[in-house]
């Protein structure tokens, strides 16, 4: 589709069409903003595609002809909002066709090379975790076991691996850097979930100044469900909330401020380990779920709205409303994934039920009746994203989440349940005990 009529509005390509990228095509439509949605699927299987104005079928990484159909269209600006592969061709085609972008290639690639990330914070003091190199492997001793092998850049956790014997990681390593783009892998000490807590970090930059706008728990799956690195539900905010922002808020502010960003998101994840936090993931963009559909519900601050008006020639919007939106304005944010096994999806049902309920404020699908899931271990087990807002009640969180678990059903075409690592109500537990 090509229609290409603006009518004098400015214009606003967006790297890739999925489900979770709908919002940023609604928030640019609110704001009076043309959108225009690039990826190689077809606009059933790209959501987001289908509320554009306008849609290419062009890879993303396809950059020279994206370059050129912004210079021929007079295309304002280009986002890679919220997924890991969009970040790179971002920056590169903001560039070379010259428009605003987020950041140099320097600043990108410190945010999405995990080796080059672990340098930027050890020369800023920020900590990370202990990680390890392939010449440790054949030293007798050197390596800790277990640790956890990863690519330097991919997403939703291909590639990565728990070894706990020289072997497995021997194994582990070539299936790893496959998955990079650089065929490198990073060894890192393995964090046990159970002793240090994983975190989801977000930043707003304005002007080269930081302000925090979202900070949470991560809960992973069953390890007999292969999903142990895989999210059963993030709890916002983070019940470490006090004790981050006594100890790694500046730190990790200056670093921020050191790499030099001036304008856009920057994401991090890291585990809380009882001292500090030690971070192993960055991005500079915002996290791959539908937090800032709930921010927004919770306190009136939309950070699509606040970043798009850059890309297209204006400034970073509501960074003073921004400050402290982390809080939720004393309310919390449960996003309860729904993660399915292998095999044929035969019944999808529930969704329509829980969507009304008056605390539920989005419910994405991202897998359908007879699609084929396969044991991959990663996020392609991910069928769909329920978002809860309600007030601080350990009741209430309960309530909601029993609501959800009794109205979902997937079964596959044999009429077994589907579902894999459903939400477990103990992490309420340690949520409502800690932050209380």
């Excluded at 269209?73 to 790179?88: A, E, K, M, S």
């Excluded at 419910?363 to 978002?387: L, M, N, P, W």
Aim: hydrophobic share 35%; aromatic share 8%.
């Amino acid at each position: 589709m090509n229609s290409n009529n603006s009518n004098g509005k400015k214009k606003l390509l967006i790297l890739a069409g999925a489900a979770v990228h709908c919002k940023v095509v609604e928030a640019a439509k609110e704001l009076g903003i043309y959108t225009i949605v690039a990826d190689y699927l077809k606009p059933e299987s790209s959501p987001a595609k289908l509320i554009a104005d306008e849609y290419l079928m062009n890879n993303i990484f396809d950059i020279d002809e994206l370059v050129q159909y912004i210079k021929d269209n007079n295309v304002d600006g280009v986002l890679g909002f919220c997924i890991d592969p969009t970040q790179r061709p971002a920056q590169q085609i903001a560039e070379k066709a010259g428009v605003p972008c987020f950041g140099t290639w320097e600043q990108v690639m410190a945010l999405t090379d995990k080796t080059v990330f672990k340098k930027l914070c050890k020369d800023t003091g920020v900590d990370t975790i202990y990680s390890y190199t392939e010449d440790d492997i054949m030293v007798d001793g050197k390596i800790e076991y277990p640790v956890l092998v990863k690519p330097v850049d991919s997403r939703g956790s291909r590639g990565v691996k728990e070894c706990f014997t020289k072997d497995e990681l021997m194994e582990a390593i070539p299936n790893a850097k496959k998955e990079s783009s650089n065929g490198g892998c990073v060894i890192e000490k393995y964090m046990t979930p159970d002793v240090n807590q994983d975190l989801t970090i977000s930043y707003l930059v304005k002007d080269g100044e930081p302000t925090l706008v979202s900070l949470g728990d991560r809960h992973s799956g069953r390890k007999e469900d292969n999903l142990d690195r895989q999210l059963v539900c993030t709890i916002q905010p983070s019940r470490f909330v006090n004790e981050y922002m006594a100890v790694a808020d500046e730190r990790i502010k200056k670093m921020i401020k050191h790499l030099g960003i001036q304008n856009g998101p920057v994401f991090f994840q890291g585990y809380w380990d009882g001292n500090t936090v030690r971070l192993y993931d960055p991005g500079l963009r915002y996290p791959g779920n539908e937090y800032e559909r709930i921010l927004n519900v919770a306190t009136g601050v939309n950070l699509m709205k606040d970043i798009i008006p850059y890309c297209v020639g204006g400034e970073i919007e509501g960074y003073e409303e921004a400050k402290g939106c982390y809080d939720l304005n004393g309310k919390v944010c449960m996003q309860y994934m729904i993660n399915v096994g292998p095999g044929v999806i035969g019944t999808y049902q529930g969704l329509d039920v829980i969507a009304k309920h008056p605390n539920i404020v989005d419910v994405t699908q991202k897998h359908f009746v007879g699609e084929t899931i396969e044991a991959t271990g990663d996020i392609r087990h991910r069928a769909g994203e329920i978002s809860v807002l309600c007030e601080r009640s350990y009741e209430k969180m309960k309530e909601i989440i029993d609501f959800i678990q009794s109205n979902l059903r997937i079964l596959d075409v044999e009429g077994n349940n589907q579902i894999i690592s459903p939400f477990d109500r103990t992490i309420l537990d340690k949520w409502y005990k800690q932050l209380r």
